[in-house]
């Protein structure tokens, strides 16, 4: 009989509750425990994967930082050598060596000194970091020369009167230790004007190279001071949120710092140094690394907190490589601290989130796999109490063997489908981890600087960009990325261009260079750009980072200085570099052909009178007009540019026999000689032309110039307005006057000139009312020389301005040993020094130098040098009379002289001359003009001293009219210091 199974459910119920509740506590401890160990892994391999990314971007900012720095002060050190170059500083260099006068161009040192100032001008407005251009001359301790400033931020040429010595200044220094060629950079300081530092400060860094003469001498210094803060400022920006950046010099110095206050506080006495703010950086300093060695990022321990820190040096100057500008660019852990822990934050939600899906649905296969066998329990149970009505689970051995078959197969897709998860979240840390950075970056760095960046993967599609590329190329961002750099592509630009580009990319890993692209609105512009490959794991994961700025302005400039360097800016013709270039070119192409080419060297007759008579604004208009005629009258294979002042040089290619030259050559002249209309001005002029030919006249450019010149001076002789073709006979007076220039000279600076004195005696008592300075040349070979022999070839070489210094010099010297006995020294005066001199300055100078009263000198002027220009001489002569100087009109009754200026002008002495005096008594006429001349004299309140008084009927005539002084062989010849002396000491005065 079966007994009823009362206590079935109950062990059932009982069973059911232990069983379950253990292996749902091991089965849910085992999946907690899974998931943990699952969120740790992803959780450290995120954090580390995101330690590298912040060290890889700090390397790159300094790498790029360092480039950006570099290359500013390479910029510098070209564009000093640049000016260093340029002609007006050749030409004023010749111009100095030769008495103030360029014997090559034919300009006054004044003319080379504002074309100077042109081009500091013109450099300083293309380069709005620059600051200041000059050019220092070695003598008188260093004085500036020329001085343009950049001044609230306008350019300005700095007057004369501002410029300031400099020979005590520490780049001064070193500069003038510098070989040609070199470029200095002075140590980055605060700029000072006149000893105290300019407000508000202005670090300044100074790039400076020296002029050399011919001769190797040292002339002077180009000077160049660029304002470095913007440069600093952009270096020691934060490089990411809560980094710091330092720059500092090779000693520690502070020259860029997170507390502005801090930069450049060493001028100002501040004793703060990177070694003693932070030791740990001491090592940064010790220079013992190769040339731009670079310390690749790191955990530091700075001031008890841990940082990232990368550093460079940045090796400034060739010259010196111990000098070095050190960049420290440090990022504290905690700055990525949010970022983790945000995603520390997502992981443990994840976790919950897997484990909310995961519990229940093992749950669930616990009661699926426990029912079977709690089933088998339950009967086992009840035939083991003897009820063997039991119901038996619907299975047996081999369902449970599949079931745990079943169980196995699942468990290897569990773990498939693990190992699968473990995968997909690395790749998507690790994406999570570059975009977050990426970001980072281009917030703090990329889109605050002013040039244009672009970012590009592997297959070149565009990822990113900053403001500053929308800003140049007209594209926004959203109309950038995902295109191609096509999108600016100009096309000017060939498939050679672009793959070596890509070469140079995979090569060297970066590429540089000046390349053209189209903005937006179709306008194509220059850029200089840089870009950087950065190689990931896989070569699509690759990077391509393209810095660039926009040139196009700069280059216009630059070729604008170029077109100056290379041509007259009045006319707009090539200049003497030009033209000689063009006709060695003529002249290799005639060789090669066995031909001939042809020079003509034109110069204007009459041209100077318009600009002394008219003006030199007039002037410059007239020249203006010949280079239009002389352009439209040649053919557009010859050449035709300004050598300088009047003179124009025309190149022939062509190998024309001589009688085409000659019409040409007259077809300029008809030409040059037509009226022009200037400023309400009826001009007419002329012009002479000496021809020139290529081989038979010469086989160098230099000689054919030459030949050229001396047969335009044979035209001058021939009457003007003609042309004359070179022969060799033209040479000879040339060569003489060439000689003769060069032996006086040397004459000048071997005192081989003597100043002999003539008495100027009074006709009523017979003493000596004062001396005449005149200059002769004892000559080594020929014995002593006359002015007359020598004093022209002075004038027309220029020479006359020193020979007339000397003068003046030694008959100050020579005042103070007489100190009065001799009266007044008489000196004459050259138009050219009139022109090319401060002579009332130059006179201050002398009497101050050797302690005379200027009321001993009295200055002697020829009537057409004062009437050729009435009013200027009515000037110079008021400062002359002020210095208590007396003046006097040598030569008077020659010229054409107006008796309305003569009576205005501060003239004190008439001088008659000496073509009156020996005719006097015997030339009624001759009589009478002496006679008219000593009573305007008298009327105008003007002492009277006739020359070339030789007999004592002469004198007796002359004092009888009532001149006042007779001058003359009569009384004695001129004589030296010494003769003179002797001759006063024996009765003669």
Same mark, same amino acid.
């Given at each position: 009989?079966?007994?009823?199974?009362?206590?079935?459910?109950?062990?059932?119920?009982?069973?059911?509750?232990?069983?379950? *509740?253990?292996?749902?506590?091991?089965?849910?401890?085992?999946?907690?425990?899974?998931?943990?160990?699952?969120?740790?892994?992803?959780?450290?391999?995120?954090?580390?994967?995101?330690?590298?990314?912040?060290?890889?971007?700090?390397?790159?900012?300094?790498?790029?930082?360092?480039?950006?720095?570099?290359?500013?002060?390479?910029?510098?050190?070209?564009?000093?050598?640049?000016?260093?170059?340029?002609?007006?500083?050749?030409?004023?260099?010749?111009?100095?060596?030769?008495?103030?006068?360029?014997?090559?161009?034919?300009?006054?040192?004044?003319?080379?000194?504002?074309?100077?100032?042109?081009?500091?001008?013109?450099?300083?407005?293309?380069?709005?970091?620059?600051?200041?251009?000059?050019?220092?001359?070695?003598?008188?301790?260093?004085?500036?020369?020329?001085?343009?400033?950049?001044?609230?931020?306008?350019?300005?040429?700095?007057?004369?009167?501002?410029?300031?010595?400099?020979?005590? !200044?520490?780049?001064? !220094?070193?500069?003038?230790?510098?070989?040609?060629?070199?470029?200095?950079?002075?140590?980055?300081?605060?700029?000072?004007?006149?000893?105290?530092?300019?407000?508000? *400060?202005?670090?300044?860094?100074?790039?400076?190279?020296?002029?050399?003469?011919?001769?190797?001498?040292?002339?002077?210094?180009?000077?160049?001071?660029?304002?470095?803060?913007?440069?600093?400022?952009?270096?020691?920006?934060?490089?990411?949120?809560?980094?710091?950046?330092?720059?500092?010099? $090779?000693?520690?110095?502070?020259?860029?710092?997170?507390?502005?206050?801090?930069?450049?506080?060493?001028?100002?006495?501040?004793?703060?140094?990177?070694?003693?703010?932070?030791?740990?950086?001491? *090592?940064?300093?010790?220079?013992?690394?190769?040339?731009?060695?670079?310390?690749?990022?790191?955990?530091?321990?700075?001031?008890?907190? =841990?940082?990232?820190?990368?550093?460079?040096?940045?090796?400034?100057?060739?010259?010196?490589?111990?000098?070095?500008?050190?960049?420290?660019?440090?990022?504290?852990?905690?700055?990525?601290?949010?970022?983790? $822990?945000?995603?520390?934050?997502?992981?443990?939600?994840?976790?919950?989130?897997?484990?909310?899906?995961?519990?229940?649905?093992?749950?669930?296969? +616990?009661?699926?796999?426990?029912?079977?066998?709690?089933?088998?329990?339950?009967?086992?149970?009840?035939?083991?109490?003897?009820?063997?009505?039991?119901?038996?689970?619907?299975?047996?051995?081999?369902?449970?063997?599949?079931?745990?078959?079943?169980?196995?197969?699942?468990?290897?897709?569990?773990?498939?489908?693990?190992?699968?998860?473990?995968?997909?979240?690395?790749?998507?840390? $690790?994406?999570?981890?570059?975009?977050?950075?990426?970001?980072?970056?281009?917030?703090?760095?990329?889109?605050?600087?002013?040039?244009?960046?672009?970012?590009?993967?592997?297959?070149?599609? +565009?990822?990113?960009?900053?403001?500053?590329?929308?800003?140049?190329?007209?594209?926004?961002?959203?109309?950038?990325?995902?295109?191609?750099?096509?999108?600016?592509?100009?096309? !000017?630009?060939?498939?050679?261009?672009?793959? =070596?580009?890509?070469?140079?990319?995979?090569?060297?890993?970066?590429?540089?260079?000046?390349?053209?692209?189209?903005?937006?609105?179709?306008?194509?512009?220059?850029?200089?750009?840089?870009?950087?490959?950065?190689?990931?794991?896989?070569?699509?994961?690759?990077?391509?980072?393209?810095?660039?700025?926009?040139?196009?302005?700069?280059?216009?400039?630059?070729?604008?200085?170029?077109?100056?360097?290379?041509?007259?800016?009045?006319?707009?013709?090539?200049?003497?570099?030009?033209?000689?270039?063009?006709?060695?070119?003529?002249?290799?192409?005639?060789?090669?052909?066995?031909?001939?080419?042809?020079?003509?060297?034109?110069?204007?007759?009459?041209?100077?009178?318009?600009?002394?008579?008219?003006?030199?604004?007039?002037?410059?208009?007239?020249?203006?007009?010949?280079?239009?005629?002389?352009?439209?009258?040649?053919?557009?294979?010859?050449?035709?540019?300004?050598?300088?002042?009047?003179?124009?040089?025309?190149?022939?290619?062509?190998?024309?026999?001589?009688?085409?030259?000659? $019409?040409?050559?007259?077809?300029?002249?008809?030409?040059?000689?037509?009226?022009?209309?200037?400023?309400?001005?009826?001009?007419?002029?002329?012009?002479?032309?000496?021809?020139?030919?290529?081989?038979?006249?010469?086989?160098?450019?230099?000689?054919?110039?030459?030949?050229?010149?001396?047969?335009?001076?044979?035209?001058?002789?021939?009457?003007?307005?003609?042309?004359?073709?070179?022969?060799?006979?033209?040479?000879?007076?040339?060569?003489?006057?060439?000689?003769?220039?060069?032996?006086?000279?040397?004459?000048?600076?071997?005192?081989?000139?003597?100043?002999?004195?003539?008495?100027?005696?009074?006709?009523?008592?017979?003493?000596?009312?004062?001396?005449?300075?005149?200059?002769?040349?004892?000559?080594?070979?020929?014995?002593?020389?006359?002015?007359?022999?020598?004093?022209?070839?002075?004038?027309?070489?220029?020479?006359?301005?020193?020979?007339?210094?000397?003068?003046?010099?030694?008959?100050?010297?020579?005042?103070?040993?007489?100190?009065?006995?001799?009266?007044?020294?008489?000196?004459?005066?050259?138009?050219?020094?009139?022109?090319?001199?401060?002579?009332?300055?130059?006179?201050?100078?002398?009497?101050?130098?050797?302690?005379?009263?200027?009321?001993?000198?009295?200055?002697?002027?020829?009537?057409?040098?004062?009437?050729?220009?009435?009013?200027?001489?009515?000037?110079?002569?008021?400062?002359?009379?002020?210095?208590?100087?007396?003046?006097?009109?040598?030569?008077?009754?020659?010229?054409?002289?107006?008796?309305?200026?003569?009576?205005?002008?501060? +003239?004190?002495?008439?001088?008659?001359?000496?073509?009156?005096?020996?005719?006097?008594?015997?030339?009624?006429?001759?009589?009478?003009?002496?006679?008219?001349?000593?009573?305007?004299?008298?009327?105008?309140?003007?002492?009277?001293?006739?020359?070339?008084?030789?007999?004592?009927?002469?004198?007796?005539?002359?004092?009888?009219?009532?001149?006042?002084?007779?001058?003359?062989?009569?009384?004695?010849?001129?004589?030296?210091? =010494?003769?003179?002396?002797?001759?006063?000491?024996?009765?003669?005065?």
């Amino acid at each position: 009989m079966n007994t009823p199974n009362i206590g079935a459910g109950n062990d059932r119920e009982g069973r059911r509750s232990g069983v379950y *509740h253990h292996v749902h506590l091991v089965v849910f401890a085992l999946v907690l425990f899974g998931m943990a160990a699952l969120g740790f892994v992803i959780d450290r391999q995120h954090g580390e994967s995101a330690y590298r990314s912040l060290a890889d971007d700090l390397d790159s900012a300094v790498r790029l930082r360092g480039t950006g720095f570099l290359h500013a002060t390479e910029t510098l050190r070209n564009d000093t050598l640049l000016l260093s170059r340029t002609p007006p500083l050749r030409g004023l260099l010749r111009a100095n060596l030769n008495g103030g006068f360029d014997p090559v161009d034919r300009y006054p040192a004044e003319v080379w000194g504002k074309r100077l100032k042109e081009i500091f001008t013109v450099f300083l407005e293309t380069r709005p970091d620059y600051t200041q251009a000059r050019y220092i001359g070695i003598a008188e301790g260093g004085r500036e020369l020329v001085r343009v400033d950049r001044r609230h931020g306008k350019v300005v040429v700095i007057p004369d009167a501002e410029l300031q010595q400099k020979g005590r !200044r520490d780049y001064f !220094r070193d500069g003038v230790r510098l070989a040609e060629g070199q470029v200095y950079l002075s140590e980055f300081n605060l700029n000072q004007e006149l000893g105290a530092f300019e407000v508000p *400060h202005v670090p300044t860094v100074r790039a400076l190279t020296p002029i050399y003469d011919q001769a190797g001498r040292l002339f002077g210094l180009v000077v160049v001071n660029m304002a470095v803060k913007p440069l600093f400022d952009e270096a020691s920006a934060a490089p990411l949120a809560g980094g710091v950046a330092y720059v500092t010099d $090779e000693r520690g110095r502070y020259l860029g710092h997170p507390e502005p206050d801090m930069a450049f506080s060493f001028e100002l006495g501040n004793r703060h140094r990177l070694a003693g703010d932070f030791p740990e950086l001491a *090592h940064l300093l010790d220079d013992t690394g190769p040339k731009g060695d670079t310390t690749a990022s790191r955990r530091q321990s700075l001031a008890g907190r =841990a940082y990232f820190v990368a550093a460079q040096r940045l090796r400034i100057d060739p010259a010196r490589p111990k000098r070095f500008v050190l960049l420290v660019l440090a990022v504290p852990e905690t700055a990525l601290s949010r970022e983790i $822990e945000e995603f520390r934050l997502q992981v443990v939600l994840g976790v919950l989130l897997a484990l909310l899906l995961v519990l229940p649905l093992a749950s669930l296969l +616990i009661r699926r796999i426990l029912a079977p066998l709690d089933q088998l329990c339950l009967a086992a149970l009840s035939i083991s109490r003897g009820q063997y009505d039991v119901d038996l689970p619907e299975t047996h051995y081999g369902e449970v063997g599949a079931m745990v078959e079943g169980f196995k197969h699942m468990r290897e897709q569990v773990a498939l489908r693990e190992e699968q998860l473990l995968s997909h979240n690395a790749r998507l840390a $690790e994406q999570i981890s570059k975009g977050a950075f990426d970001l980072l970056l281009a917030g703090s760095v990329v889109d605050n600087t002013s040039e244009g960046v672009m970012v590009t993967d592997g297959a070149g599609r +565009i990822l990113s960009v900053n403001p500053a590329f929308s800003e140049i190329t007209g594209y926004s961002a959203e109309e950038a990325v995902g295109n191609t750099p096509r999108l600016i592509r100009s096309e !000017r630009h060939g498939g050679d261009f672009y793959r =070596a580009m890509w070469d140079s990319l995979m090569h060297d890993g970066r590429w540089q260079g000046e390349i053209w692209n189209r903005r937006k609105n179709g306008e194509v512009f220059l850029e200089w750009l840089t870009i950087n490959r950065v190689a990931g794991t896989r070569p699509e994961n690759d990077r391509y980072i393209a810095v660039f700025t926009d040139v196009t302005e700069q280059r216009r400039k630059d070729e604008r200085i170029h077109f100056l360097a290379f041509h007259d800016p009045l006319t707009g013709l090539p200049n003497r570099a030009l033209v000689h270039d063009r006709l060695q070119h003529a002249i290799d192409v005639a060789r090669r052909q066995h031909g001939r080419a042809g020079v003509m060297l034109i110069d204007l007759d009459r041209f100077k009178a318009v600009n002394d008579g008219i003006g030199h604004d007039v002037g410059d208009q007239l020249l203006k007009v010949v280079a239009e005629r002389l352009a439209k009258s040649l053919r557009q294979s010859d050449t035709v540019g300004r050598m300088g002042g009047d003179e124009f040089l025309v190149i022939l290619e062509d190998g024309a026999e001589p009688e085409i030259y000659a $019409e040409v050559a007259e077809g300029l002249i008809r030409t040059i000689s037509e009226p022009a209309d200037i400023q309400a001005h009826h001009i007419q002029i002329g012009a002479s032309i000496g021809i020139a030919f290529y081989p038979d006249d010469g086989g160098d450019v230099a000689t054919l110039v030459k030949q050229a010149d001396v047969a335009m001076y044979a035209a001058k002789a021939a009457g003007k307005g003609v042309c004359r073709f070179f022969s060799a006979d033209m040479t000879e007076r040339a060569s003489r006057f060439l000689a003769m220039e060069m032996e006086l000279r040397l004459a000048l600076e071997r005192d081989e000139l003597e100043l002999y004195y003539q008495p100027k005696m009074s006709l009523g008592t017979g003493k000596l009312e004062g001396v005449e300075a005149l200059v002769r040349w004892r000559h080594p070979e020929r014995g002593l020389l006359a002015p007359a022999d020598f004093i022209p070839v002075a004038e027309e070489s220029g020479i006359i301005v020193a020979l007339g210094d000397w003068v003046l010099r030694e008959a100050c010297r020579q005042a103070a040993l007489w100190q009065g006995r001799m009266g007044s020294i008489a000196v004459n005066v050259s138009t050219r020094q009139l022109d090319r001199i401060d002579l009332v300055g130059r006179i201050k100078e002398l009497t101050a130098q050797y302690g005379i009263p200027p009321s001993w000198l009295q200055l002697e002027l020829t009537e057409s040098m004062v009437m050729s220009d009435p009013e200027r001489a009515a000037d110079l002569l008021g400062k002359v009379r002020e210095l208590g100087i007396t003046v006097a009109i040598d030569d008077f009754g020659t010229g054409y002289s107006s008796l309305s200026y003569l009576r205005r002008l501060p +003239i004190d002495v008439l001088k008659i001359d000496r073509s009156f005096v020996l005719g006097a008594g015997m030339n009624q006429e001759v009589t009478e003009i002496a006679r008219t001349v000593v009573a305007l004299g008298q009327t105008l309140r003007m002492a009277v001293v006739a020359e070339g008084v030789e007999a004592e009927a002469q004198a007796t005539l002359l004092r009888d009219m009532g001149c006042d002084m007779g001058q003359g062989y009569l009384y004695a010849r001129p004589q030296a210091a =010494a003769d003179l002396e002797a001759w006063l000491a024996a009765g003669g005065g």
